[in-house]
């Protein structure tokens, strides 16, 4: 079975903090995602990656990076973390190309 | 840029009676479509996906879809609904160029006895 592990179910992280997310998949899969999931707004795609060190936005990046230096961690970054960027984090991956996407169970975090 | 719209944001339904969840789609080209489920505190897990071929697919869980060209449409739908279909829904479309996978608002299911 494909794995996805996000590294925390649920986080408390103060204003101003710096957050980092931290997402395994252990089928070698090529490609990598970040998405936020807010109620009435499904899941919304922050960042990808296809491959080690490469990373595209999706259509809400901002206040936020990507690190992916290796094939099967991914990482999202809270450079300052907000109350507007309290949520749920969800982490996929899928092979190269169109595939299905295997999620994580989601990360909580509450920005106080 | 290609969108996901699924129009209904709550449906309840009664256990045993039938649901059927929209789905519009905006992408010039084909689509790769998905159906993913969200049980309460869980991650997302696929129901069925669209490719090419026969335009009605069969998932787990007794769902099926119909993806229609014309009407940029893949509605899911189920005959006979357990209690334990209670969950959210989303709709989901791969354009056939890239690896971004984009999401609609999702539809929240309620099973009432």
Same mark, same amino acid.
Request: negative net charge.
């Given at each position: 079975d494909v794995k996805v592990t996000q590294s925390s179910r649920y986080l408390v992280k103060r204003?101003? @903090?710096? !957050?980092?997310? @931290?997402? !395994?998949?252990?089928?070698?899969?090529?490609?990598m995602f970040w998405y936020r999931q807010d109620p009435g707004l499904g899941l919304r795609l922050i960042y990808f990656s296809y491959d080690v060190k490469m990373k595209e936005k999706g259509d809400i990046p901002e206040g936020y990076s990507v690190s992916r230096e290796k094939k099967e961690r991914f990482s999202l970054i809270l450079e300052s973390a907000s109350t507007n960027q309290t949520s749920m984090y969800l982490c996929a991956s899928s092979l190269r190309g169109v595939s299905e996407a295997f999620f994580g169970q989601g990360t909580r975090l509450t920005v106080v | 840029a290609q969108s996901v719209t699924q129009p209904d944001i709550h449906i309840t339904v009664?256990?045993?009676?039938?649901?059927?969840?929209r789905c519009n789609y905006s992408y010039g080209a084909t689509p790769y479509l998905f159906w993913y489920v969200q049980s309460p505190g869980q991650g997302l897990q696929l129901l069925l996906k669209y490719f090419s071929g026969d335009t009605l697919v069969q998932g787990i869980?007794?769902?099926?879809?119909?993806?229609?060209?014309?009407?940029?449409?893949?509605?899911?739908?189920?005959p006979s609904v357990h209690w334990s279909d209670a969950a959210e829904y989303f709709c989901a479309v791969v354009a056939s160029a890239g690896n971004k996978l984009t999401f609609g608002g999702g539809t929240r299911v309620l099973v009432k006895p």
């Open positions: 204003t101003g @903090e710096k !957050v980092f997310l @931290e997402c !395994v998949q252990d089928m070698d899969h090529e490609n | 009664s256990e045993g009676a039938s649901l059927e969840l869980k007794g769902f099926e879809a119909e993806f229609k060209r014309s009407q940029s449409s893949f509605n899911l739908r189920k």
